[in-house]
C-alpha cells in the first residue's frame, strides 16, 4: 500500500483496494507518506491528476480531501470507475501527480435554474456563497449532469432545503446549519 515514486518526483502509484463511504462515496485512502511524495505538508483540498488502471488516456482532474490526520480521500465518481471498468471492492492501480495547474472555482457555469432559485431564498443564497469553493464545484458539476425536468426540480428541492438551514442529505453527505 505504499507509493512508488514514479516518472517525476511529484508522481506516486499506490494500489488500494477501492472502499465505500456514506454509503454511496467511492474512495481510495490516501495515507500522509504517499500525500507527502505528491506535495509535502498540503493541508487543504490536493489538486491531482489521476488514472485508475492505466485509463483513461488524459488523467482526470481531481481533488483530493484532507480527513484531518495527514490523510486524504481520493473519491472517484461514477465518470472515473466506469472508464476504468472498477467497482467498490475492486483492487486498483492509483496513479497520482500534483496539478500545478488547478484553479479554484467552479468549471460549471451556474444553472439559471438554480441561481434564480437562490436569488428568491436570501438565506440559501448566504450559506451558498459560505461554501468552500470545492463544494460549489461539485454541485455545479453534479448539476450539469442533470438531464431531466425532473431531476432538476428534485434536486433544487434539496439543495434549497440544505442551504436553507435545515438538516438533511444532499448529493450523499449530511448537512446541517446549511454546510
Request: charged letters at 25%.
Amino acid at each position: 500500500m505504499g507509493c512508488a515514486l514514479g516518472i517525476g518526483a511529484a508522481d506516486c502509484r499506490l494500489i488500494s483496494v477501492m472502499k465505500i463511504r456514506d454509503v454511496i462515496t467511492p474512495y481510495i485512502l490516501v495515507t500522509p507518506p504517499q500525500a507527502n511524495s505528491i506535495k509535502p505538508d498540503w493541508r487543504k483540498p490536493l489538486p491531482v491528476l489521476v488514472r485508475v488502471n492505466g485509463k483513461p488516456a488524459a488523467p482526470w482532474r481531481i481533488n483530493m480531501m484532507p480527513i484531518g490526520d495527514e490523510s486524504f480521500y481520493l473519491y472517484l465518481h461514477g465518470d472515473v470507475r466506469k472508464a476504468s471498468g472498477t467497482k467498490v471492492g475492486d483492487h486498483v492501480e492509483i496513479e497520482l501527480r500534483f496539478d500545478a495547474r488547478y484553479r479554484n472555482g467552479p468549471q460549471h457555469r451556474m444553472p439559471a435554474w438554480f441561481g434564480v432559485a437562490l436569488q428568491k431564498n436570501p438565506r440559501a443564497l448566504k450559506n451558498w456563497e459560505a461554501l468552500i469553493p470545492s463544494r460549489k464545484k461539485e454541485i455545479l458539476r453534479y448539476f450539469a449532469r442533470l438531464k431531466s425536468q425532473e431531476a432538476r426540480e428534485s434536486n433544487l428541492k434539496r439543495v434549497l432545503h440544505v442551504l436553507s438551514g435545515r438538516k438533511g442529505r444532499f448529493m450523499g453527505r449530511p448537512w446541517n446549519r446549511g454546510a
